[in-house]
């Protein structure tokens, strides 16, 4: 049934998009970056919602910054507020409002020394 076809989707996207097919208004996942890496996954941002909030994790010694990009699998790059890097400081969130890129992905400046996990919340206005 449709529960199937939407396990069987990238896990980038699936309760949002369960979340967008269902009408909600937002749309709730948690995201990592394991360690020994410097990336998570990548984030996609259904059309229609326009509200991004990322909580950072407790524990964050690791500069993280948010990256972004024109489709799925595209260019990443970091994304700016005026002429400053957005980077995601422990046990803060932050938010994008009316977000003009279709993917995202949270990127630390190097190797994470344990898995760091992030929640991610989308709404629409």
Avoid: H, W
């Avoid at 995201?31 to 996609?44: N, Y």
């Avoid at 700016?80 to 995202?104: C, E, L, N, V, Y």
């Amino acid at each position: 049934g449709s529960r199937s076809s939407l396990l069987a989707r990238s896990r980038c996207t699936v309760c949002l998009e369960a979340a967008s097919s269902m009408g909600q208004s937002e749309g709730f996942r948690e995201i990592k970056i394991l360690s020994g890496q410097t990336d998570s996954e990548e984030v996609a941002v259904p059309g229609g919602y326009d509200m991004v909030g990322v909580l950072a994790p407790a524990t964050l010694p690791e500069t993280v910054n948010v990256k972004v990009a024109e489709m799925t699998g595209g260019t990443y790059r970091v994304l700016q507020s005026g002429a400053s890097d957005i980077a995601i400081i422990a046990g803060k969130a932050i938010t994008f409002t009316q977000m003009p890129f279709s993917t995202f992905r949270l990127s630390a400046t190097a190797a994470v020394a344990a898995d760091r996990v992030f929640q991610v919340v989308m709404k629409r206005r």
